[in-house]
């Protein structure tokens, strides 16, 4: 039985020398939770800030982006307009080109039928298709302003 108690008071002494050594540790524990949790405060708001920082920078690029992608989406449709226009100046200066031809081919006509003596109705007539024939002039002529200032236009936006 002495052995018993001696055992026994062995274990008790063990135990109280453990708990003593863990209440301390449980102290330190507790101080040392309190320094941890505000280093583990102050790193999580530094992965905020972070996150924050990378957040407007991830923004400002996506703006910067859509900039660019609208500015070379503008600059495709100034090449466009300009081609088209380019294509439009040349074919009224072809259409200009072909009723000045028309009106002194009309012209030439209109002066044998005078010399030949042809009546005045016929001459009336002829003379009536050559007016014409100055209208269309003019209206290719009013196209080709139009088509050059467009092109104008769309050159002057290049730069």
Known sequence: MKKVKLIFGF?????????????????????????????????????????????????????????????EKAEAKRVKNLEKAQKNYDKAVTKRQKAEIKLAQKNLKI?????????NEKVAKMELKQKQLEINVEKANSDISRFERDLERYKAKEN
């Open 11 to 71: 274990l008790f002494c063990m135990l109280l020398l453990t708990a003593g050594a863990q209440a301390q540790e449980s102290v330190e524990k507790k101080e040392m939770s309190k320094t941890e949790m505000a280093e583990m405060k102050q790193a999580q708001k530094e992965e905020k800030q972070r996150l924050a920082q990378e957040k407007r920078e991830l923004k400002a690029q996506q703006a910067e982006l859509k900039r660019m992608q609208a500015a």
């Open 111 to 119: 002066e044998k039928a005078i010399q030949k003596g042809t009546t």
